[in-house]
């Protein structure tokens, strides 16, 4: 059967988060009505560019979790290293993302938004075959 098991909760938790992401919006519509500070103001999302690097960021967070979490597991069970030693392996890959998002901002004022296009490329490593 298709649906069941993990199958049914990965769409039961999909379905879950859409909702709370449209009651967040609601909410946050709510606020800025009343005259308050909202989190997020929801005209960002009208806007093509914000809208395009929020999709971009989830897509770029979530295959990264992905990637380092199986990459976890073949050292772990693959090459048969213990648990620190595989977090420790990850740990200067951390440390370049963090510096990498720090220098972002600097580098995009410095050579434009093709600086984006050109830091993708290079997290995402060489093509497989």
């Known amino acids: 059967m298709l649906l069941s ?4 909760t990965t769409f039961a938790c999909g379905a879950a988060s859409i909702a709370v992401l449209l009651a967040f919006a609601r ?3 709510s606020v800025k009505a009343r005259g308050g500070a909202p ?12 809208a395009a690097g929020c999709l971009l ?6 295959t990264a979790s992905a990637m380092f979490l199986c990459y976890a597991l073949l050292v772990q069970t693959g090459f048969g290293l213990d ?3 595989a977090g420790l392996i990850f740990a200067p890959a951390s440390v370049g993302f ?11 004022n410095r050579f434009g938004t093709p600086a984006i296009a050109v830091a993708a490329l290079l997290y ?3 093509p497989r075959p």
Do not use: E, H, K, N
Request: net charge positive; hydrophobic share 55%; no cysteine.
């Open 39 to 50: 989190l997020l103001d929801m005209g960002l999302i009208a806007q093509p560019g914000f």
């Open 98 to 108: 963090v510096a990498g998002s720090m220098a972002a901002p600097r580098l995009v």
């Open 57 to 62: 960021v989830m897509l770029v967070f979530s």
């Open 83 to 85: 648990a620190l030693t």
């Open 124 to 126: 995402g490593g060489p």
């Open 5 to 8: 098991g993990g199958f049914i």
């Open 27 to 29: 909410m946050q519509r």
